[in-house]
């Protein structure tokens, strides 16, 4: 199976609390996956200065909701800071993936993957809003920011509380496509031009209840 550029649902949990614990960003993630096909996970940890941070030892654990568990240990990839994981989804259903860092007990919690039964047509894709909700929890926006729609229970400056605000169209694209053009702590993800699209249409206009 090709993997999508997306990254994950509605209902995200946990986002990374304390200031002191690594910021996880995904650099891709599917809207659904296969059960019995291996799902390869790759991924970067920051430490709040935005230094990538080699020699950690994160773990991957999935559950599903019938309470099977999937596990995996992430081995470092070939970029400094980068670690890649591989999971098997022994049924279909859905399935809520924790990264645990290994740094001062920080674990990252997904929101629920749709794994579906071999040879069973895709799921629908997800509207631009939803992709951008999701991509807001996995690219590691929830590290520093809030969005009720996200992580309501995060506690952050106002300043950095994206709900309901809005900023220019054109000008949010480019910020996203490379956060250097104005001084801000905010690393560079090389986000596609998909991606910033995205997150731009979910930054700009709250997702509603009814969307998927």
């Known amino acids: 199976m090709t993997l999508r550029c997306a990254v994950l649902i509605l209902a995200l949990a946990g986002a990374l609390g304390a200031q002191d614990l690594p910021t996880i960003t995904l ?5 659904y996956a296969v059960a019995g096909t291996p799902l390869k996970l790759t991924f970067t940890a920051r430490n709040q200065v935005e230094a990538l941070l080699p020699g950690l030892r994160p773990t991957i654990q999935a559950m599903s909701n019938g309470g099977l568990v999937a596990k995996s240990n992430a081995i470092p990839g070939k970029d400094r800071g980068e670690y890649t994981a591989t999971l098997t989804f022994s049924r279909e259903g859905d399935w809520t993936i924790t990264i645990a860092s290994s740094v001062n007990g920080g674990i990252l919690t997904l929101p629920p993957l749709k794994v579906i039964t071999p040879g069973t047509a895709p799921p629908p894709p997800f509207s631009p809003n939803t ?39 054109d000008y949010l694209r480019k910020f996203l496509a490379d956060p250097g053009i104005k001084p801000a702590d905010m690393p560079n993800l090389k986000l596609k031009n998909d991606e910033i699209e995205a997150l731009a249409a979910f930054i700009n206009k709250l997702v509603s209840k009814s969307a998927k």
């Open 131 to 169: 992709r951008g909700l999701r991509l807001f929890a996995t690219k590691g926006c929830v590290a520093c920011h809030r969005h009720i729609e996200v992580n309501p229970g995060r506690t952050v400056d106002a300043k950095l509380d994206l709900t309901g605000k809005r900023f220019p169209q």
């Open 27 to 31: 650099s891709d993630f599917p809207e």
